[in-house]
């Protein structure tokens, strides 16, 4: 037996997204289950398994209550479903930012136990050096600034970033810093108009931008959103199916056909053999 299984499909590596800087804007959507990760490989450049999980698929308010356990079996189930893409995995809030050595067992875990080649982290200003041990220790890091949904409560709700002159001049920091300690491409998030083209012109990694406007070297969505499978979505969502309404009506189908007893119906029974 050789010493290296031969993948049939090279799968998207962290590098060959840094390559794309200022080329074909990179395509990313989040995927949290294998069928879903499934249909979106063939067309998605990184599929990312984000702790949005916990509010599009467990019902949490935000992403605080995001375990570490939630995100390894939500990783295990996309890199099953997926080939070809990158598959980048959210570190939930609590399991970085309290120490060096902390991010990296976290991180190792998620790798290790999924088979996903790189991590996100939320890069606030203490954020930093903790790309930086991972980077050093082989591990690709994907950096986020702008809003970042790990601080909402600190942050007192969701709301678009970069409005005021300091805060732009913040955000900008943290792009700066992020690719200084190593990170192979910042997530930009709901920022103001020309903030996002500011960060991506200054810094030489790739920007992936979500209510960041097309400034971005790539973009991203929840897929759960540009899906339609809630009645509200963000400002920024385009809704490239309507899913809910969809699922409702199918819904509905099944509901008049098992009341009127019209399903299950002949081609849907198992029959006995007949005898002799
Ligand atoms: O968790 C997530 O889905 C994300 C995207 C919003 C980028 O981090």
New binding site residues.
């Given amino acids: 037996m050789s010493a290296h299984r031969e993948d049939t499909v090279r799968r998207v590596s962290a590098l060959d997204i840094t390559q794309r800087k200022g080329k074909t804007p990179i395509v990313c959507l989040?995927a949290y289950t294998a069928p879903i990760a499934e249909i979106l490989d063939e067309h998605c450049d990184v599929l990312?398994v984000?702790?949005?999980v916990g509010m599009v698929i467990h019902g949490l308010p935000n992403?605080v209550g995001v375990t570490l356990e939630m995100m390894i079996l939500h990783g295990q189930a996309v890199m099953r479903g997926s080939k070809k893409a990158l598959v980048v995995i959210?570190m939930p809030f609590g399991s970085y930012e309290g120490g060096h050595e902390i991010a990296y067992a976290n991180a190792t875990r998620l790798m290790k136990e999924t088979g996903a080649q790189a991590v996100?982290v939320e890069a606030g200003p203490t954020v930093a050096p903790v790309i930086e041990y991972l980077v050093q220790r082989g591990i690709p890091v994907m950096s986020?600034v702008g809003l970042l949904?790990q601080a909402v409560l600190a942050d007192g709700g969701f709301r678009a970033k970069g409005k005021d002159a300091e805060e732009r001049r913040r955000i900008l920091e943290d792009a700066r810093a992020s690719e200084a300690a190593g990170a192979f491409a910042v997530?930009i998030?709901g920022v103001a108009e020309g903030l996002a083209r500011e960060i991506t012109d200054a810094i030489g990694v790739p920007t992936i931008g979500?209510g960041a406007s097309a400034g971005c070297d790539g973009q991203?969505l929840?897929v759960d959103d540009m899906l339609g499978l809630f009645d509200w979505t963000p400002k920024f969502v385009r809704r490239y199916a309507d899913l809910r309404t969809e699922i409702a009506r199918a819904a509905e189908r099944y509901a008049e056909d098992v009341k009127a007893r019209r399903f299950p119906g002949p081609a849907e029974i198992y029959f006995a053999k007949k005898a002799g």
Avoid: F, N
Wanted: aromatic share 0%; proline share 7%; hydrophobic share 35%.
């Fill in positions: 989040t990312l984000g702790d949005s992403t959210d996100k986020h949904p997530v998030e979500i991203v929840v």
